[in-house]
T-cell receptor, first 117, second 114 residues
Framework: AQSVAQPEDQVNVAEGNPLTVKCTYS??????LFWYVQYPNRGLQFLLK??????LVKGSYGFEAEFNKSQTSFHLKKPSALVSDSALYFC???????????????FGSGTQLTVLP | DSGVTQTPKHLITATGQRVTLRCSPR?????VYWYQQSLDQGLQFLIQ???????AKGNILERFSAQQFPDLHSELNLSSLELGDSALYFC?????????????FGEGSWLTVV
């Protein structure tokens, strides 16, 4: 079965510094990987996804993520953090090798990012 | 704004009661998904519909049911509610069923069971 791990519950970074939110995955085949962000009292907003192709994926609000097959990782990055980036970030995976409920989006536990002014 | 609309945004109800959550997918999207977010379970997939037909079922309790109507809106029915059903329920939609399709989420319906 597919799974996602976000090893850090909390990440703190100073405004203007680069940020990284870590994600590792486990699938039987080639993964489809996604990042979502949840602001307080808001829904999940799609940031970016990796399906195939270039390992560096660019998304919304200046975020990017790098797919690393050998390390089974898909870390979210941003060169310069903003206070407004403070939110809960979720990594998710889908495994196209399966069908039905087994191929649905499986989410990590989330990482709370706090950008300090 | 993702384009996925959920109502109501908040509701409080008593144990044993029944509620219906409503979802309108993004224009043109045929797939609708329901997810539950709780502190102890995280984000859990409940059920998926595609063009009116059930396509996948996840960790959905027998007390819960859903359907997708011909106009593609969907409803999630929760009955015999228990305190543990208190959670944020998300509806999401995608254009099709392909695994690579982006799934867009609504803002959720906060359910509190007292």
């Amino acid at each position: 079965a597919q799974s996602v791990a976000q090893p850090e519950d909390q990440v703190n970074v100073a405004e203007g510094n680069p940020l990284t939110v870590k994600c590792t995955y486990s699938v039987s085949g080639n993964p489809y990987l996604f990042w979502y962000v949840q602001y307080p009292n808001r829904g999940l907003q799609f940031l970016l996804k990796y399906i195939t192709g270039d390992n560096l994926v660019k998304g919304s609000y200046g975020f990017e993520a790098e797919f690393n097959k050998s390390q089974t990782s898909f870390h979210l990055k941003k060169p310069s953090a903003l206070v407004s980036d403070s939110a809960l970030y979720f990594c998710a995976v889908r495994d196209p090798a399966f069908s039905g409920s087994a191929r649905q989006l499986t989410f990590g536990s989330g990482t709370q990012l706090t950008v300090l002014p | 704004d993702s384009g996925v609309t959920q109502t109501p945004k908040h509701l409080i109800t008593a144990t044993g009661q029944r509620v219906t959550l409503r979802c309108s997918p993004r224009s043109g999207d045929l797939s609708v998904y329901w997810y539950q977010q709780s502190l102890d379970q995280g984000l859990q997939f409940l059920i998926q519909y595609y063009n009116g037909e059930e396509r996948a079922k996840g960790n959905i309790l027998e007390r819960f049911s859903a359907q997708q109507f011909p106009d593609l809106h969907s409803e999630l029915n929760l009955s015999s509610l228990e305190l543990g059903d208190s959670a944020l329920y998300f509806c999401a939609s995608s254009v099709g069923q392909e695994t690579g399709n982006t799934i867009y989420f609504g803002e959720g319906s906060w359910l509190t069971v007292v």
